[in-house]
């Protein structure tokens, strides 16, 4: 789980907070506000694991914002804390990459107005990284490499060139 910090075109700042499945690199749980607390961050991770989807660990770095309530809410989840090393981002190394990713692949390229042009904005690009991210098993690409055609976040999902092993 981790925060990042998005411009708007007024030079507003507005805070993406994103959690991240380790196991399968999945995109658990995407918001925006205007002013991370530790009660937002809290009531984030009970929307991200409503029912029995709570992992074991949760890895986080060590900003003031996970204060005391976000300890307890863990707790109250079974979820144990790990926060990682002061000044060590290579730590949390899943979330870093997939921050890099939105911010390459999606907000350098728009202009944000607010708040709730940038939730949509990141909930599309949720399902699109979602969806990008499965691969089906006994399939292998011809030219090495994953070709997705019309892949974008509103679009059609499928390969180019897949062929199956057993043949």
């Known amino acids: 789980m981790d925060l990042f910090v998005v411009p708007t075109i007024g030079f507003k700042l507005l805070y993406g907070f994103v959690i991240v499945r380790l196991d ?32 074991r660990y949760m890895v986080r770095d060590r900003d003031r914002i996970y204060g005391t309530v976000v300890t307890r809410r863990l707790r ?7 926060p990682i090393a002061p000044a060590s981002p290579w730590q949390n190394g899943f979330v870093e990459r997939l921050i ?13 107005f607010g708040e709730a042009h940038l939730r949509r904005i990141l909930k599309s690009y949720a399902d699109y990284y ?4 499965e691969h089906p098993s006994g399939y292998v690409i011809d030219e090495k490499r994953f070709c997705w055609l019309g892949c974008d976040p509103a679009g059609s999902f499928r390969f180019s060139r897949a062929r199956s092993v057993m043949d």
Do not use: M, Y
């Not at 009531?43 to 991200?48: D, G, L, N, V």
């Not at 109250?76 to 790990?82: H, L, Y």
């Not at 979602?130 to 991210?133: H, P, Q």
């Open 24 to 55: 399968r690199r999945d995109l658990v749980w995407i918001n925006v506000t205007t002013n991370p607390t530790a009660e937002w961050v809290a009531r984030q991770i009970t929307e991200a694991f409503p029912w029995d989807g709570a992992p």
């Open 76 to 82: 109250a989840f079974g979820i144990r804390d790990k």
């Open 100 to 112: 890099g990713s939105i911010r390459r692949e999606c907000l350098d390229h728009i202009i944000v």
């Open 130 to 133: 979602n969806r990008a991210s």
